[in-house]
């Protein structure tokens, strides 16, 4: 069964950059055919879209994070890393990972399963 | 980017009802068009893709439909397990997906 879990700080200060890891079990990310992608969730701005990622390596960035994003997959390890730089208080948000379907295609959709979700405050 | 409107913002509906939820483009989006849904403290889940199409597991008592701009999501005969916020979701304007603002749907 395909789960996937969002793990790292909860708390960053503004210019720094947050680090941000998914670890996906029941399936190999050296072998998947999987896309993957973030997605963040604030109450202020709703949900938005970060990026996809193939598990090969190959990424896809929503605009409107101006290249801050870094999205990348560790095969050895099996897990998704999303990094955010230059952080300011408006990337506090709860940061989801999840499979998504059809990457880069009209039909692209977040199929899931998704993480839980984290947390992640942006604060001195 | 594309803007996705959401309407209304939030209703509340008894037991047996119907519900529709409305969701506008700020400009044509074809059929790209995804709904989900997400209950307090979980992650949003799939519902609906491509406008119609229903994801496995989903009750037939949902369904989608519209084209263009203007779409709706109607939940036939509404359930107690049918709470949550409703968000849609334009795949047109790729990498730059967006959501709509969510409708909340409450219980009587």
């Known amino acids: 069964q395909l789960q996937l879990q969002e793990s790292g700080p909860g708390l960053v200060k503004p210019s720094e950059t947050l680090s941000l890891t998914c670890n996906v079990s029941?399936?190999?990310?050296?072998?998947?055919?999987?896309?993957w992608g973030w997605i963040r969730q604030t109450p202020e701005k709703g949900l938005e879209w970060i990026g996809s990622?193939?598990?090969?390596?190959?990424?896809s960035y929503n605009p409107s994070l101006k290249s801050r994003a870094i999205m990348s997959v560790d095969t050895a390890k099996n897990q998704l890393s999303l990094q955010v730089n230059s952080v300011t208080a408006t990337d506090t948000a709860v940061y989801f990972c999840?499979?998504?379907?059809?990457?880069?295609?009209?039909?692209?959709?977040?199929?899931?399963?998704w993480g839980q979700g984290i947390l992640v405050t942006v604060s001195s | 980017d594309i803007r996705m409107t959401q309407s209304p913002s939030s209703l509340s509906a008894s037991i047996g009802d119907t519900v529709i939820i409305t969701c506008r483009a700020s400009?044509?989006?074809?059929?790209?068009l995804h709904w989900y849904q997400q209950k307090p403290g979980q992650a949003p889940k799939l519902l609906v893709y491509?406008?119609?199409s229903l994801q496995s597991g989903v009750p037939s008592r949902f369904s989608g439909h519209g084209s263009g701009k203007e779409f709706t999501l109607t939940i036939r005969n509404l359930q107690p397990e049918d709470f949550g916020v409703y968000y849609c979701?334009?795949?047109?304007?790729?990498?730059?997906?967006?959501f709509g603002g969510g409708t909340k749907v409450e219980i009587k």
């Open positions: 999840a499979k998504v379907y059809g990457s880069g295609t009209y039909n692209m959709r977040i199929d899931g399963p």
């Open positions: 029941g399936d190999s990310l050296k072998t998947s055919s999987n896309y």
């Open positions: 990622i193939y598990s090969g390596g190959r990424t």
């Open positions: 400009q044509s989006i074809s059929s790209y």
């Open positions: 491509g406008v119609g």
């Open positions: 979701q334009q795949s047109y304007s790729i990498p730059a997906l967006t």
